[in-house]
């Protein structure tokens, strides 16, 4: 698998490439429908006139928190004079990743930093029928095709709720998408768009000389419109603070009882022991299914990817997972 620092649940699994752009999301299965079809979310910022989508400009560093499936991801632009430290988590109960976003401001004055996400979704790996919409009820973009939502939303403090947005067409007379419109530092504000679409959100946050100022972004995702609906008031009733804390406890003791086994090592390979559980746990599907491999990006040597139960990488696996304790 050649994906950095994948996050999941069972049922929601995001993959990031080396870029830091989310590449893979499958849901509602480990491994099946993957819903950007490999296709990148971009991650940028737009400071006093510059914009810097998140690559190789920055210098980036992708790990994760000890003994958990939280990233622990930094981000450092030289030019726009900025330091960002990200944690993604996919919430272990509720379908929905989420991100915390903390910028330091590097200059020696007040700044208003605007952070840009994009949305690449191809759902049921198709660009077909798709549909981006702004819902001024949930303050939310949402795409959906079929029975498949997710849901696309921000807190900044005690503000939540998309303010500044843009639904778009792409892949389409050499229309790149709105990720392009975002560049100049301005969104259309477009409410809804069908057939081959992306989206963008836009987050404005104040940030004072050599300080720091953080917000969360989420995405959720569901089978119907209520769905998301309901797991994105869960994340704004409990905060998403909350929910990545929660998480964070679960995963560490989950580690328990791989800690009981684990053989007498050296310190660095104790943590990547307990790192290569955790993973192994992100390919793993709840109904059992023991994934191969979730890297999309194969599919541009061969057309088909590694996203299959396969016995022997199954067994190879579960007799791995035996002997560390995790019989069930």
């Known amino acids: 698998m050649a994906r950095d620092i994948p996050v999941g649940n069972g049922a929601l699994l995001v993959n990031f490439d080396a870029d830091y752009r989310l590449r893979d999301l499958y849901f509602p299965y480990v491994g099946q429908e993957n819903q950007t079809a490999g296709h990148p979310c971009r991650f940028g910022f737009f400071v006093e006139g510059h914009f810097s989508w998140v690559g190789p400009e920055w210098r980036i560093s992708l790990d994760y928190n000890d003994d958990t499936l939280m990233t622990h991801v930094r981000l450092s632009h ?3 004079a900025l330091d960002v430290t990200c ?15 903390g910028i330091r401001n590097l200059a020696e004055r007040p700044r208003l930093v605007k952070v840009f996400f994009s949305h690449d979704f191809h759902i049921g790996e198709s660009e077909v029928g798709n549909t981006a919409f702004y819902d001024p009820q949930l303050k939310a973009v949402l795409h959906y095709r079929g029975p498949r939502y997710f849901l696309i939303n921000v807190c900044a403090g005690e503000r939540s709720g998309v303010d500044e947005w843009a639904c778009g067409t792409k892949e389409f007379r050499g229309l790149e998408g709105t990720w392009r419109d975002a560049e100049d530092g301005r969104l259309a504000c477009y409410p809804i768009a069908q057939g081959s679409v992306d989206s963008t959100i836009a987050v404005t946050v104040a940030v004072e000389a050599r300080q720091t100022a953080s917000f969360y ?3 959720a995702a569901g089978t119907r419109y209520r769905e998301v609906a309901v797991i994105d008031a869960v994340v704004r009733d409990k905060g998403p603070a909350e929910l990545c804390n929660r998480t964070a406890h679960y995963w560490r003791a989950w580690l328990v009882q791989g800690q009981r086994t684990m053989p007498t090592l050296p310190a660095p390979l104790q943590r990547l022991y307990a790192r290569s559980l955790l993973v192994i746990r992100t390919q793993i599907n709840h109904n059992g299914a023991v994934i191969a491999a979730t890297d999309s990006d194969v599919l541009q040597f061969g057309r088909d990817t590694y996203s299959y139960m396969w016995p022997r990488d199954g067994a190879l696996t579960a007799v791995a997972l035996d002997l560390a304790g995790y019989g069930e």
């Open 217 to 219: 972004y989420w995405i």
């Open 87 to 101: 944690r993604d988590v996919v919430d272990f109960h509720e379908n929905v990743l989420l991100r915390d976003v």
């Open 78 to 80: 030289e030019g726009l």
